[in-house]
């Protein structure tokens, strides 16, 4: 998983206004918790948390932390596979961002299973937005992440067909995972919230959507 630490002023400022940024910074760690606790239910060998910033009390236990790379969010990317792939060298490995708490173990539990690996070299999560929400790679290596990310223009409503054409320019089987909706706006929020009602996500923005602003 690749994260931001959920400190005001640095996470989810597309939510502010009209949220305050210790409001956003509530939401972002609301759906870190959820991500975070929702991955740790998928069987895993290893479970990775890349992170900019310093961990907090949301961290739960069997995750080792490691810091992110510097440049763009397409190096960084890549670096946590290239990371990933010296830790555990031959062994599949999916990344996961933190904007998506509506996401269920069962989502990543069965299409990742050994069963359903066969014959498959990457996953591939698409966003509603254009973008993604996780990408795996069957085999991964410093060289391939380079390949396959750096380069691809990030945040845009093109980033997931760009990507996808890098992974078929390469001749990679993908399988597709569900589409979600990344928590990038209010409106966003309140529609990932109405998904997932009993996550700590929608309780939170719930104590904050009672504002006029904020109510979506």
Known sequence: MIAKAPVPGRV????TPPCTPEQ???????????????????????????????????LPPGWQVVPQAGGGL?????????????????APALLVGMDTPQLTAPMLAEPLSAVRRAGVDAWYG??????FWALGL???????AARLLVGVPMSTPGTGAALLGRLDAHGLTVARLPELTDVDTVHAAHEVAATAPHSRFATRLRTIAGTPEVTG
Do not use: N
């Open 126 to 131: 698409p966003a509603a937005d254009g973008g």
């Open 24 to 58: 956003a910074a509530a939401l972002a760690e609301a759906a870190l918790t959820d991500t975070l606790r929702t991955l740790s239910a998928v069987p895993a060998g290893r479970r990775l948390l890349v992170l900019d910033g310093e961990p907090g009390r949301w």
């Open 12 to 15: 989810k400022t597309r939510l």
């Open 74 to 90: 397409d190096e960084r990317l890549a670096a946590a596979f290239a990371h990933a792939a010296r830790l555990a060298p031959d």
């Open 138 to 144: 069957a085999r991964p290596t410093e060289r391939l």
